[in-house]
């Protein structure tokens, strides 16, 4: 569709009412019919489906054809978008893995190669193979790399695959795969200190092995680190440009006629653009880039084009240069596949639509994913909120907005991640993975969804937001992925005012929850491992200090805090939990309940008591002997990163089930 034709995305993202939804043909799930009572005191309601989206994570264009990977959906499959027609002319769905993040295809266009992110390693195959030739043929598996997940993918002209990726807790190697063998073979772990390899690029003589991402918190070690394979003897070099080695990790590559093009993921300074000599690597230029991230290449003539964190880029070769290109037409937001067709630029948008852009004047065409014929399924989620009659679900690149009263659901499009949020006065304010900060929406103001506060973008993980009733403040408990440590955010709705303090724990702990009580914030941390500290730091968030800590995890990082009366509630992620009198700041309740929860999960106090959510069960304490209970068990629930419950006004509780929004009337009896 033509970009002045308001398409259903812009129509909810400007604050439609909810009964626009069945108008504009959004999924709805209809009014919530209750399952039977549990125990006499527990009601549960299913309200379908939580996000419901083509959700992608790759794409590239062969021929007249963008191949796309999903994210999140299960199954996992990949459609091909036929851009003359705009229409989805094939799918195919792969066995194993949740999201596909790398395609590539041979020299000849012959194949498409995919490879896959999975939840845990074994003997399943993580790469595929797709004949193009025959789209209504599935695409087989060729088989896999010994490191879990596959990130990216490169085929050298010679027709051999080279793959790339981690999830071990080893370094990740080089993998290659040989067709004419059918061999996976691995070339090596070129450096021992690197977290995860994110990027490849192959010619007949080299393959470009680029990597260094410190996720979850992995501190100082593994910088962007990128090496030279050579394919005659068998050896690696080192050739990381010398500016980017304090980048956290070495984003894209791509050949780019006899220069390697690298492209850098940043923290605490702006990423940046080499190009190498591929004869000579050791030759190179470097330009500084515009914001965190630099992927997704291609070119037009003599000029780069590329996708950072708030749209696309253009690089001049000749002048060493980066602008920023201007659009005229809707936020991109996440950008995972950038190619180049009739001298227009196609741009694949984690919001489900592809844009054909004209490089020179910023127009654009877009075409929903959804309405050219991709399949749309539920999708893991992030965090929940409920309040003021809605029920909002955080995904990727969109935010669920239920209504409470008709069932029906509208999408509002949000960068990245909502990791959770919070409702005050019928506003949402969420905390919006990676580096957006606070972001807001008010269905009653006719405005879309918009940020409301950034924050240094090292702090790129906010993971738990709560309502500090005092103070009149958004507490945001954050991490960062690639310095370590975290932060603590304060955000003031009438003023605007926020504050950002940087590591109030210590600068290794990654802060992962916060609660409150009498304007006294609790924020909870732990290693990017289950073991070690798990430190309660009390925190005046008005002035700004630390009034008093502990280390209370007994060896196990938190993953949760909440307030009940004068205890305070935390779970860690071995599935302990201890209860902390507040005033005597005493320990007075330690339990072992792994059984029902292990890793990470939530709790919120509702009706007097806290609760518990995992992602197999939802569970309560009693507030005198605090024992534990189940009030849902074997949820399976339908989570990315971890698990969420959250409260209304009207003290229902809402969590998930397999991939269904789940609301839960429970009446605890009184002790």
Known sequence: MQISHPSRRSVLQAGGAAGLAAALGLTASGPATAAPAKAGSTEITDLGPAVVQFSLMSSLLVGDIAYIGSRNLDPVRIVAFHVPTGKVV????????????????????????AGVLQKSGGPQPNLYRWDLATLSAPATPIGQIGDRDVRDLSVSPDGRLYAVGGGNPGAPALWEYNPATGQVSNLGIPDAGATLARAVAATDATVFFGAGSTLNGGGSAGRACLYAYS?????????????????????????????????????????????????????????TSIGKTAKNFTSIGDQVYFANETGLCTFSPATNSIAQLTLNGPSLGEIWGVD???????????????????PGTGTMVVTDLGEAGASATPQTVMGIAAGAGYAYVGGNG????????????????????????????????????????????????????????????????????????????VLVAAQSDTEGGGSFWTYNPATGAKQCFINPIDNRQLLRAVATRDGVAFLGGGLPTLDGAGTVVAFDPAAGRELWRLDAGSGAGLAALAVQGRNLYGLTRKGGIFVLDIPTRKVVHRADISSLSYGFGALVANRGVIYGVSDTNVFRFDPRSFEVS??????????????HITNDENGYLYTMRGRNLVRIDDHPRKP
């Open 340 to 358: 180049a067709r009739n001298n227009r630029i196609l741009a694949t948008s984690g919001y489900g639509f592809v844009a054909e852009i004209d």
């Open 630 to 643: 189940t009030v849902l068990a074997d949820t399976d629930g339908g989570w990315y990163s971890g698990s």
């Open 90 to 113: 094939g799918e195919t769905v792969v066995a194993t893995g949740y999201s596909i993040q790398t395609l590539a295809a041979d020299p000849a266009g012959r194949y498409l190669y």
């Open 231 to 287: 394919r005659a003897t068998q050896t690696f070099a080192q050739v990381t440009p010398a500016e980017m080695l304090a980048d956290p990790s070495i984003r894209e590559l791509a050949i780019l006629g006899d220069k390697l093009l690298v492209g850098s993921a940043a923290s605490t300074q702006q990423s940046k653009i080499a190009l190498l000599d591929l004869a000579n690597p050791s030759s190179y230029s470097v330009a």
């Open 398 to 473: 969109v935010i669920a907005r239920h209504s409470l009263a008709t069932g029906g659901v509208a999408n509002l499009n949000a960068p990245g991640e909502a990791k959770d949020a919070v409702i005050v006065g019928g506003v949402l304010y969420t905390g919006q993975y990676s580096s957006q900060g606070i972001w807001t929406y008010d269905p009653l103001s006719g405005q879309p969804i918009h940020q409301a506060a950034d924050f240094p973008g090292a702090q790129n993980r906010p993971l738990d937001v709560c309502w500090d009733e005092v103070n009149r403040l």
